[in-house]
C-alpha cells in the first residue's frame, strides 16, 4: 500500500488565546493535487503556515513518513517541502534571474529544475530575466514566486492562494502552470477560493469550515454537494 506523502492528525493551533484550527485532518498522496477550500478566516492558510512551522502546531504532521510538526521551517523546507506564500514575496531590487538562483537549496547538487527550464515555461519572466524583479505584475511576481519555489526541488508544494487579485487571463494561466508542475510528479496542495481552477486541476478536495475539515472527496463527488457548497463556500 502507497504511503501517503503527507499526514494532517488531529492539528490544532492558536494564535494567542484564539483557537484557529480545531483537530485538521488530511492526506496527500504521491503525485496528488489536493483543493483546500473555504471562505476568508476559516483557518486554510493557518493549516499552511502550520504544516511549515511558521505557526507553532499541536498535532501530528508526517512527511515522507517522519514526524515534521515542531520543526523550524528551513529544516521542513530541506526535507522536500516547498512554500508558495500568498504573500508573493520577491527580492525587488534583484532581477528574475538572481530571484530564481536564490531558490537552489544546494549549488553541488541543483535539482531537476534550471533557470532555463523555469523561463521557458514562464516565457513572461524570459523577456524580464535580467530586470529588477520589483518592476514584476502581480501575475509575473506569483509565477516568480512559484518557480522560485521549484528551484529548490520539492517533492511537495503548497501554493496559498496563487491566484488571489489577478485578472481573469493570468489566473488561468497560474492554473494551467499547476497543472503542468503537477504533470511532472510533484505533489501540490492548493489553498484557493476559486472553485473553476480548484476544481479542473484537483484530484481530491477538502473543504474547511471553523477551523476543521467539513468535507472530503473527488471533483465528481463535490459537484454533486450543492449543500456543501451553500452553507461553507457562498457568501
Known amino acids: 500500500m502507497t504511503q501517503p506523502m503527507l499526514e494532517v492528525k488531529d492539528l490544532n493551533a492558536f494564535y494567542g488565546k484564539s483557537h484557529v484550527l480545531r483537530g485538521v485532518n488530511m492526506e496527500i498522496m504521491p503525485g496528488e493535487v489536493i483543493a483546500l477550500l473555504g471562505r476568508n478566516g476559516v483557518g486554510r492558510s493557518t493549516t499552511a503556515k502550520a504544516i511549515m512551522g511558521e505557526v507553532a502546531p499541536k498535532g501530528e504532521i508526517i512527511f515522507k513518513g517522519k514526524p515534521i510538526a515542531g520543526l523550524e521551517s528551513h529544516k521542513i523546507s530541506r526535507l522536500g517541502l516547498g512554500y508558495v506564500p500568498e504573500s508573493r514575496d520577491i527580492f525587488p531590487t534583484m532581477t528574475v534571474r ?12 541543483p535539482g531537476k529544475y534550471t533557470v532555463d527550464d523555469m523561463l521557458d515555461m514562464f516565457p513572461n519572466l524570459r523577456n524580464r530575466a535580467d530586470n529588477a524583479a520589483g518592476v514584476l505584475s502581480g501575475g509575473e511576481k506569483q509565477m516568480l514566486t512559484m518557480c ?22 493570468i489566473v488561468q494561466q497560474i492554473g494551467d502552470t499547476i497543472a503542468e508542475i503537477a504533470k511532472t510528479g510533484v505533489s ?8 473553476s481552477i ?35 463556500l457562498e457568501v
Open 98 to 109: 538572481q530571484n530564481l538562483v536564490l531558490g537552489i537549496k544546494d549549488m553541488k547538487n
Open 148 to 169: 522560485r519555489t521549484l528551484m529548490g526541488d520539492p517533492e511537495l508544494i503548497i501554493i496559498d492562494e496563487p491566484t488571489e487579485g489577478l485578472a481573469p487571463k
Open 188 to 195: 501540490i496542495l492548493l489553498v484557493e477560493q476559486k472553485l
Open 198 to 232: 480548484a476544481l479542473r486541476i484537483a484530484n481530491r478536495v477538502y473543504v474547511m469550515g471553523h477551523g476543521e475539515i467539513v468535507y472530503g472527496g473527488t471533483p465528481a463527488d463535490f459537484a454533486t454537494r450543492d449543500d456543501v457548497r451553500k452553507e461553507w
